[in-house]
Each structure stands twice: as C-alpha cells, then as structure tokens.
C-alpha cells in the first residue's frame, strides 16, 4: 500500500496502530481531533511489539535499559536486542517513574530508532539537488568555511544552535567546543520553553531548577496549574498527580485559558485571558492577605520584602481581576481558599506561563504565591516546573546557554577562570580565541552571545545594529527544529542569507528544508539517542544512565563523535578533549561525566560519578516510587537519580536532594535552606534567614556563602588538608577543585551556599516585582494605558522592541483587523518541532491535520464548519492552511493551535525539498509562521501564548 494524499493535506500513515481507525479512536476518545487523554494510565495495551523479520524468533534476547526520549519525566524502557537489532520494548514496571506506565509517544520509541525516514548519510545540497558525500568530505568542508568565516569576519559569525536531545556529556561538550572556537554565540531550546524559569526562581531563592520531584506530587494537598497541561505534554506525570487526587482528596486547580485534558481532572478551572498570569496571581494574593492566610511566620523568617508584595496585591482587588483577566470574581476567591485551605500544596507551570514577553516576571508571581503561603521546602509543595524535552534540565544545568558556562556560572572573568582551571588550560589562550575589542563596553568572551529565539535577527539585521563585529554567516542546527521559533518568514530569509547552514539531526529537520537555497546546506546524521550512552537530568534533577541499545545505524555518527572531528579539523581538539581518553575515535563518555564532576560545584554536581549513577540504573526496582528512596540494596538510602545538589565527591556519598531548601533534613541527608546568591544585605535591611536554619546546622541563624576566609574565622579551617588548603586558598565553595570547602561545610550541618531569604523583589531585573503588562498584541486596547509595555532597549546584542510594537497595535488598528486572540499549546501525540515524532508511523496515524481550535461563536460569525480548510492570519501577516476544529474548549475571541507542525508554509508543501525517503508521514503548517514578535527583556524567551489573528475560509 503506498501513502495517499489529499491536496495540502498531511499524507497518511501506511502502518496498523492500535487495531482500530483513527476515526474510531477519536469517537471513543471523545473528540474530533486531538490526541490520546491519560494515556499513561493505559500500560500496555497502547504498545505493540515490533519485531525484525530478519531476525529468527528464537535469537537471545538482550535486555537494554533506556529512558524515554520524549518529556522530561524521564520514564524507564526495556529494549530487548536480538542479533545487534532492537526488536521489542517493555515498559519497566520496576522503574520509579513510571511504574510501568507509558504515553503513546513513548510506547512507539523503537520506531525512532528503526524509523524509515531517517537520515542515511551525509548529504549536501548541489545545485538544487542532494548529493550524499563521505564524512570526511563533510567535516573538511564544514570546517574550511568554518575557518574562512573566522579568518574573515571573526569567530562570533558562527552560531552553535545546540540541543535537548543530547546527553549531558554532549551538552558539555558542545558548550566547551563553542568555548573553544570562541564564542558564545551558542544556545538550546530552554531558550523558547523554560529561560524565564531560570532567571525568575533563580533570583527568587537560589536555583531556578523544579523544587521537588513528579512523585512527590503524591504528597500534595493542592495541585495549582498555570499555562501547564501535563495530560497531554506529561502524560505519565498524571498517575502521581491521580494519586494524590484519589488518596489526599487533593484539590486541582488549573488556569488555562483553554478547556483542557488536565482541566477536565480538576476542582476549578480558571479560564483567564491569555498574558494575564500576574494580576490572576495578585488576585489570589489579595484575598489570601486580606482574610490573614498568608504564613506569617515563614515569610518573617524566609522571605524578604513581602511588604512590597502586599502593597502591590491592594493594587488588584476582585472587582480589577476579573476585568483585566476576563474571569468572574469568584473564581478568584476560590483559587485563593482551595490553597489556603489545603496546604501543602504544589504549584506546576509549563510554556503556558514561560513564553511570554513578561515570562521572567509570571515566574516570580507564582514564586510569590507559594512563599505566601509557606508551601517551600516542604514535601507535596514546592514548584514543580515540567520540562519539554527529555534533557532539557541537563542541557541548562551543563551551560548550553548563551549567557552562562555550565553550572550557571555566568560568563564573568572568574567564571571563566573557574573552567579553565577544570580543563587545565591557559586562560590567556582560551581568551585570545575570542574576539577583540569589546561590545557595548565588555569584552566578547564575557558578554552574553545571540540567543536561538534571534539567531536569525543575528543573521538579517544591519551589521552596525549588533553588538558584534559582524553577522552570523554559518550556523549548526544540531539537535533543534527551527520551527518552533516565532516569525518563520524572517527565519526563512536567514536560512536563505547564510553562507552555509549545517543540519546535525538523525532527521533533515525544517532547517534543511524550508530554505530556498540551491547550495550551502549540509545534512549530517546524527545517531538517535538509543544508539549512544550518556547520562539525561529529568525534570526533577534525577540524574539516568542511559545504555546504548544498539550500534549507530546507516552511517549515523554519535554526537561526541561528531564534535571530536570538527574539532580536530579547526584544530583545537587537543585542548577541547585534553582531559579525555579518546577510544575508537571519539572520547570516552565517562571521561567527560567526571569532568563535569570536578567542575560543577555550583550547583552540586559532583557526588553523581558515572559509577553511582550506573548503579542506579541496574537497580531501579530497588528505589521507592513514593519516596524515591531505595530501601535496600546497594543503593539503600540514596535518592533515585543522586539529585542535585549531590554535595562533594562521589567517595562521600551524599545520598542526593529530592526537595531542595528543605530545613526539616540535615544537609548532608539531602536538607538545606534558601541561597545567598545576592549578598548579606540590601538597602542597609539584612536578607538573610533570620531563625531559620537546616536541621544539625551549627550555625543557628542566616549566613553568607562559603568561602576560605569564612573557615578560617569559623575556626574551622584546619580540618582541610593540607592538599585541601592548597586548592582552597583564595578560593569559595564554587570555585575550590578538591571540595575540601564544602566538605567541611556539610560536616558541620551547613549548607555550603549559604542560609538566606528567598527575595521578593529583584533588583537587578527591569521590574523590580513582577508588573502586569499588556501583550505587545492585545485585544484590549482600553488597557494598555494603565498597563503598558517596556520602552525599547538593548537586550545583550540585540536591539528589542517592546512599546513601538504596541504603539503600532493601535495606530494600525491592528486588534480589529485581527480580533481573535492566538495562543498554542502541545499535543500528546508529538513533541517539540515535531520531525521525530511526526516520522513516527505509529503516532502520525494518530493525528494527521494540523488545525485550529475555534469557538463555535466565532465560527459561525466567518461562516465555518468543523473540519474545513483555513486561512489563519497573524497580525505580521503571516499566513497559514489549516483545518477548523470548532469547539468550546477554547473561550469565544481565543483561539489555539499545536506547535509541532511543519513541512507546509504559506499553503505550500515543503516536501520537494526533502531528501528522498526522508519526507514526514505527516506534513503541515507551523503555527509559528503566523505568531509574532515579542521577548522577554531578561531572557529573550519567545511570545508564543498571547497574540493576535484573523480567520477565514480557504
């Protein structure tokens, strides 16, 4: 049978799926189009097993253990492996996670590995045409424009777009190759899912990290969502947050300005107006101070400045919130009472609360609320923040940022310092591969790069508008899908305007097809991550080791691997790789998860030695799927994953930290306190802790972070060795290599970061408390007055738009040639840009259109009819095919779309530009085509979640 297709209609799958239709699947779902609801809850029966026909039945079966490949839960697989090839999956039953729990997406994973629509070999674009070469053809290519760009315009013109999909080791590395080409014009996706987060809880307490884990959700009394809709993006989460559901009665709160799955589960669903999250959170925090709800004292001991919170809560009584935020007041009143009344209770927020231009602000309203109320360092509280993608907490945590070196140490001269201690190289070396001169007063090794929501403002605007000396001319796509960025046009025209584009993907992904070039591209294939080892960090910091199930297929090439040639052909491998043992032609993985482990002291990645975290892995049934403890064996009162912080060596064997800032546990049983990242005082008032203190603490009260003086006047300073003092001298806890600081810290019960309170204002922010500002794109105009945006500024490199763009809204009219609000959101079937699992047979037969959800109202008023072909058009002009899916799940004036999408733009298929074999199952347009411009002024996170648009027939 052979796949057919209706006219700008995504092809369909050739292969069986569940045993029934998809129409039939959709009837007994419940609806028209969409994706699997609790999937997770349905064990098997949602799997098939897969075998090889060329593989005879009675081979022995080798049993591989892996971790899911989707979101960052982190859910455990068995791959069994016959002949070298991957021919069954289970899912692990014994696994602490999930329990033997799977989502479609991860009960179709061996199909990424085996999948058809892989890239077979390199290939570049010749003349219009795809030519597949040898590799050695591809890295001397690749790395002689690589060295001409250099040579020419400087090392800042090549971009190094990185990736969730690696292994923390490759996040490392590919941190450190850019560090060694010199530049830091490298990013990932936490850029457009979670950099808000980062930067809003890490300057509320100390780490900008999930506070808790998914299955200490089970402890909660309330479960507070916000722009998080986990039973269709983290399915598997579910059966933790059931759990506590059915045994504690927990009360389930969801704002969502859509009807959702997760919705559909809870106690009170507050329907607020998309970019209204702060005054929704003031709200709550108005009637909880006003009724005397609030934690008095942990907010006396803990927190500092919650005064100006209260004074800024008067500002939104009930009466306001519901008119800014389109809700009754009484859903207010009851979100409020449901937290107060039921503590502890847990807040979660996902890219609903994150990908908007005030996103680093919503962060710290929710922030804001669980301080309110006490809810922090305590079991079933917390905020417990959902990551996309698989490792996309290790790829943050290891430095693929374009502001920061891993551990978040910054990009200051110390920073800088502090790594090239831990690779043992010369700093003046280091320093002299990156550009001279300076950018807007600093020099290029410490100014923070391009970030990948604008690689392609780096590549379009005019020279002398960058912080740079010149355009970026090349850039690798290594693992990322570019169209989960907003303005697909201008990401078009960079693609276009590039001297060379470098696909590094196991797929060709929307970077190697929606160009309109006819040479420069290059298509490299990556191996999945199933065909390489390395350890992932799941969103509740659990550090896995994944085993390799199978050998890299076709001429697929690992990540490492990958890095090492490049290196070798730039020439700076013998310093990028200086530490590591090279072994068939790549670095020995463990060699860079010990390195890690000499460097990142920041954050307390250094207990977790490839050994313990093997050890974990061979033994997960060993580990307790309520309290993630194992309660025997050889891992016996270890925390599953060894969490960070894992204080010290791996000989110390810190058990790990499932809730951090806990004051209830000891330090070295995984307690602590709030950080003191920012100093003992403020405005001449004392910022830290005052009575308040981890259990054991010998220091009974607030105190600063750890440094070498700090010993020597604790008198504590001879119990460091004597190689001890040598490292440690003119040193802190950060930045001493032999740990003898923190060790001595957490022998006497102190954490080694220091006791502070959680701060609720930032004034090194543009906004010093979190203010509500109207969307660059809103539909109330009447608003913007009394809630209007940011001035135009330079963000780092970049000029950034905020009040021009508003201004625009209303002297075009914009809001009433587009009158429709535009948000998106996630599918369970798919994930991120879509290219993997979209190639996917077993779950492209599962969702085949990509659509927009309409309100019945606003249908009729066009004259559309669910399931008819549209035009969508946002508020920059960008158009888009699509078909209708008329519901109520979306208010009336809002519409949604999912963002996985891509192969279509503009109404025009893509698939002509794709090698042969490599076209997705399913095609369609990218809601980002038609989303618009917008960025968060600390982060540079995308406005995905409140825009504007105008539909009409096809």
Not at 107 to 117: C, D, F, Y
Not at 276 to 292: C, V
Request: charged letters at 25%.
């Amino acid at each position: 049978m052979k796949l057919t297709r209706k006219s700008n209609v995504a092809p369909v799958a050739d292969k069986p799926a569940l045993g029934i239709s998809r129409r039939q699947f959709m009837k007994h779902a419940g609806i028209a189009t969409g994706g699997i609801a609790a999937a997770s809850l349905m064990g098997t029966g949602m799997m098939r097993r897969a075998e090889a026909a060329d593989v005879p039945y009675d081979a022995p079966i080798e049993i591989k253990r892996t971790i899911c490949s989707a979101c960052a839960v982190g859910c455990g697989l068995y791959a069994e492996v016959q002949n070298g090839v991957w021919t069954g999956q289970e899912p692990a039953f014994d696994h602490p996670f999930n329990a033997g729990g799977h989502c479609a997406k991860g009960a179709a994973l061996r199909e990424h590995g085996h999948g058809e629509k892989r890239l077979k070999y390199p290939m570049k674009l010749v003349d219009g045409k795809w030519k597949k070469i040898s590799w050695d053809q591809a890295i001397n290519e690749v790395g002689d424009k690589m060295l001409e760009i250099r040579k020419e315009s400087g090392p800042d013109s090549v971009y190094f777009m990185g990736s969730a999909k690696f292994s923390n080791e490759g996040c490392y590395s590919y941190r450190k190759l850019a560090a060694m080409w010199g530049t830091n014009n490298v990013d990932h996706s936490a850029r457009i899912c979670h950099s808000t987060t980062v930067a809003g809880v890490a300057n509320t307490w100390g780490y900008g990290a999930q506070t808790n884990s998914f299955n200490d959700i089970q402890n909660a009394n309330a479960i507070f969502f916000i722009g998080a809709n986990p039973a269709e993006a983290h399915p598997v989460s579910m059966q933790h947050i059931l759990i506590a559901k059915e045994k504690n009665n927990a009360k389930i709160i969801v704002v969502d300005p859509r009807y959702t799955r997760t919705a559909a589960h809870s106690d009170l669903h507050c329907a607020i107006r998309p970019g209204t999250d702060i005054p929704f959170i003031y709200g709550m925090l108005w009637h909880i101070f006003e009724n005397g709800w609030e934690d008095k004292t942990f907010i006396e001991q803990r927190t500092y400045a919650m005064d100006e919170i209260r004074a800024e809560a008067k500002k939104f009584p009930p009466k306001e919130v519901a008119d800014v935020c389109g809700v009754s007041e009484d859903v207010i009143y009851q979100a409020a009472k449901l937290m107060a009344e039921n503590r502890p209770g847990t807040v979660v927020w996902c890219m609903g609360g994150t990908q908007h231009h005030v996103g680093n602000a919503n962060t710290r309203a929710y922030c804001l609320l669980q301080l309110a109320l006490g809810n922090m360092g305590v079991s079933g509280g917390g905020t417990n923040i959902f990551r996309g993608h698989d490792n996309v907490q290790g790829a943050t945590d290891l430095g693929l940022l374009f502001d920061n070196l891993p551990g978040y140490y910054g990009l200051t001269s110390a920073a800088w310092q502090h790594w090239t201690n831990v690779w043992e190289l010369d700093m003046e070396w280091v320093k002299g591969r990156f550009d001279h001169g300076t950018y807007l007063g600093r020099e290029p090794m410490t100014t923070p790069g391009i970030p990948c929501s604008r690689w392609h403002d780096g590549v379009l605007l005019e020279k002398d508008k960058l912080a740079q000396k010149d355009n970026i001319r090349l850039a690798f796509f290594w693992g990322q899908s570019v169209n989960t960025e907003t303005r697909q046009a201008e990401v078009r025209d960079a693609l276009d305007k590039m001297d060379t584009v470098v696909v590094v993907d196991p797929f060709p992904t929307m970077a190697g097809v929606m160009h309109r070039r006819k040479n420069g591209v290059y298509l490299l294939p990556a191996c999945t991550q199933f065909e390489a080892s390395g350890a992932i960090s799941n969103s509740g910091r659990s550090i896995q080791w994944r085993e390799q199930v199978v050998q890299p297929l076709f001429e697929s090439k690992n990540d490492i691997e990958i890095m090492y040639l490049l290196a070798k052909k730039v020439g700076i491998a013998d310093q990028w790789a200086k530490r590591w043992e090279i072994k068939d032609g790549k670095p020995v993985t463990e060699d860079i998860s010990r390195e890690i482990n000499r460097g990142m002291w920041t954050i307390g990645y250094t207990g977790q030695s490839p050994e313990r975290i093997k050890q974990h892995t061979m033994n997960w049934g060993t580990f307790s799927n309520k309290t993630l403890e194992a309660e025997g064996g050889p891992c016996k009162g270890e925390t599953y994953g060894l969490p960070w912080p894992c204080w010290g060596t791996p000989e110390q064997k810190h058990p790990g930290t499932q809730i951090l800032y806990n004051t209830h546990k000891h330090v070295k049983d995984g307690g602590g306190n709030f950080r003191a990242r920012y100093g003992v005082e403020h405005n001449g008032q004392n910022i830290l802790a005052e009575g308040s203190f981890s259990k054991g603490c010998e220091l009974e009260d607030g105190f600063p972070e750890f440094t070498d003086k700090m010993l020597k006047q604790l008198g504590w300073w001879d119990e460091l060795t004597a190689e001890e003092k040598a490292s440690a001298e003119g040193k802190n806890w950060k930045t001493d290599l032999s740990g003898g600081i923190v060790r001595v810290a957490v022998k006497h019960g102190c954490i080694p970061f220091g006791n502070a309170k959680a701060r609720c204002i930032v004034w090194t922010f543009p906004d010093q408390f979190p203010v509500h500002r109207e969307p660059l794109y809103t539909s109330r105009r009447d608003l913007i007055a009394k809630y209007p945006t940011y001035a135009d500024m330079q963000v780092h490199r970049l000029p950034t738009l905020y009040k021009s763009i508003q201004d625009k809204v209303i002297t075009d009219n914009l809001d009433k040639k587009y009158p429709l609000v535009l948000t998106s959101g996630r599918l369970v079937e798919y994930e991120g840009g879509g290219e993997e699992s979209r190639s996917n047979p077993w779950l492209a037969e599962l969702q085949q259109e990509m659509f927009v959800e309409i309100h019945p109202a606003d249908a009729a008023d066009r004259g559309l009819r669910d399931g008819e072909m549209v035009w969508l058009e946002g508020a920059e002009g960008g158009r888009i095919k699509v078909m209708a899916m008329v519901t109520p799940r979306v208010p009336k004036g809002i519409t949604w779309m999912p963002y996985h999408f891509a192969g279509v733009m503009h109404g025009e298929s893509l698939e002509p530009n794709y090698p042969e074999g490599t076209v997705p199952y399913v095609l369609g347009e990218s809601c980002n085509t038609a989303l618009t411009y917008g960025y968060d002024p600390v982060t540079q996170m995308q406005e995905t979640k409140a825009s504007l648009c105008q539909i009409e027939k096809a």
